[in-house]
């Protein structure tokens, strides 16, 4: 084996372990995500990380506390909103046609994928309200 194939391999392994760290974090967010939309923002951390397929130990590779991963979970969540509110077309004349657009485009999250969107802002149980 030459030099230049074991740098290539040893150069690829911290990108493996980068994506794989990524990776595990997204989906500890993801399952803060719909534990909140369950209304359920204070799950324990074994539940979230069986709901991550991850290990008890994965957790506290990225996350000290679940406060911690709740903020991330809801940081996301904004995060991904506000890009696609940046992304809107630039160009409309008026102040009224793009708030429309905004407002459309942050209820629209909601009813296609409410997870992501109940962690930002859980809806209120309705179901013993009677509607």
Known sequence: MGTH?????ITDVPNSLSWRKARTRAALVRAAQSSMAARKPTAPILEITQAAD?????FYNHFQTTEELSLAAVEEAL???????????IGREHAAEVFAQSLHLTG???RRSPGPSNAVH????TSSAGC
Request: hydrophobic share 30%; net charge negative; aromatic share 0%.
């Open 5 to 9: 194939a074991m740098t290539e391999q």
């Open 54 to 58: 991850v290990g008890m130990g994965s």
């Open 108 to 110: 629209r999250p909601h």
């Open 122 to 125: 859980p809806r209120a149980d």
């Open 79 to 89: 995060d991904r909103h506000g890009a696609t509110l940046d992304e809107l077309p």
